[in-house]
């Protein structure tokens, strides 16, 4: 079970770019799906979350530009960034909860991709 992750790359201030992500695996369906991100040097923190019953959860500094959707049959989930900022330069990482054989919890973590604005 495995999160792939495509998307990142580098824009100018004020530009769009789309993340998505798909979790793969026969046996695990994803319940809660989402991204973080982490600034060099620092925690990881919440961009956006969208949980299975459709409920959506932003960060403070992102809401208004981010838009994060999913496609429960593809286990998908993406994540539309908008009038980027240089400060939302960071490695972002997908991240899903779901259940494994319908049984066991479990949390994934993709590879985390590089998204750079530049000023």
């Known amino acids: 079970v495995q999160l792939q992750a495509s998307g990142g790359g580098q824009v100018e201030a004020g530009g769009s770019l789309t993340l998505s992500c798909v979790a793969s695996?026969?046996?695990?369906?994803?319940?809660?799906m989402g991204w973080h991100r982490q600034f060099q040097g620092k925690e990881r923190e919440l961009v956006a979350e969208?949980?299975?019953?459709?409920?959506?959860y932003y960060g403070d500094s992102v809401k208004g530009r981010f838009t994060i959707s999913r496609d429960n049959a593809r286990n998908a989930v993406d994540l539309q960034m908008h009038s980027l900022k240089p400060e939302d330069t960071a490695v972002y990482y997908c991240?899903?909860?779901?259940?494994?054989?319908?049984?066991?919890?479990?949390?994934?973590w993709g590879k985390g991709t590089q998204v750079t604005v530049s000023s």
């Open positions: 969208i949980l299975e019953n459709g409920e959506v």
């Open positions: 695996g026969s046996y695990f369906s994803a319940n809660d």
């Open positions: 991240k899903a909860d779901g259940l494994l054989l319908n049984v066991s919890p479990m949390t994934i």
